[in-house]
């Protein structure tokens, strides 16, 4: 790796800037000598009023914004390795995308401010390494500098392994803020679109896990089209919603690849699945409410998703008192089913500690956890009732 010491001004780096909210790839400057934002990049994060103005107002008080890095290719432009962020704000500003505070505590965009305090922004110095090496080097070397400040996040650090244009056109659909499909997408799925979370749910779900991802790139890195990624996607989003016409908060986020693939070849009724969901998510003794869309598609057999609530202790306190007065009246046990057993436990009084609270109605069946649908049962009638 061959690196020299370059200064640019701030003027000569916004010179012929070009920035569109919706490109993926194409931030250029240095009168486009230099590619802001290459395809390997994240997206641009900085656009919060705050991380972008800290920018400006550290040019306007002189102080170092850090280390540039530019990568030199063959045809001799440039792009940015490391400080695209920093870059693209001061050319976000100095091009009228964003406002600053002056020292009147007024709001001013870049056109706004006294000239020689567009000049002091225009005419600050940055310090830039020149990088040249091999692409797999240059690689290694932004995955090592990007170590510190904002954390890479692993799908970020994936599109600069296999950046090409795949990649590409995968952030341009899934990375790109603007997408009108974003708000049905993110109904279901709980990302960041700017951080390439959208990229790396869509690219979870066709390759079939998070592990399999970098071979899925790797395997489409020079593919023209991403219409695989997008078709799946779109299928488990369109049957996700087709299936349950209700969207509720605790839907989003859900392992839906997963459950598209388990359970999408079956058959289902929207309003009865509606009706259900609803009356499972009125009932206050589940615990886990992100449970119940798997509990109603695998024909709600499994009732540990849902981690429903047990009995209080004071209830079961209140039905043993109760349970054991009238058995010793009837001479028979405080458990219901050895009483009406011919063991030599039918007439057997179990401590409280000796026995379980049961649903008299299995809850997995509708019965409520509530005192008047709860018996106290020795634990091996109750462990052998399971959910009868």
Known sequence: MKTTLKHYTVREIC???????????????????????????????????KKDVAVITSLLKGYPLGLLYFTKLPDGSLEVLDGQ?????????????????DDRNLEQFFIGLSKDQQNKILDSTVL?????????EIKQWFQTINMIGVELTPQEILNAVYSGPFVTLGKAEFANTGNANNQKWLAYVSARVNRQELWERALEWVAGGKSSIGAYLSQHRMDKNINEVKSYFTSVIDWVSAVFTDVEDEMCGLEWGRLYETYHSKSYNPKKVSERVQALYADVFIKNPKGIWEYVLGGEKNPSLLDVRLFQDDVKKTVYAKQTNEAKTKEVSNCPLCAMSKDANKSKIYKLEEMDADHVEAWSKGGSTTPENCRMLCRTHNRARGNR
């Open 128 to 136: 830039v390494y020149l990088c040249e090496g091999s692409e797999s």
């Open 85 to 101: 962020q920093r870059i693209t704000s001061f050319g976000r500003f100095v091009t009228g995308k964003f406002v600053i505070k």
């Open 15 to 49: 010179d012929g800037f070009v920035y569109n909210e919706a490109e993926a790839k194409g931030l250029f400057g240095l009168s486009g000598q230099l590619t802001i934002q290459p395809e390997y990049q994240r997206s641009y994060i900085y656009a919060d009023g």
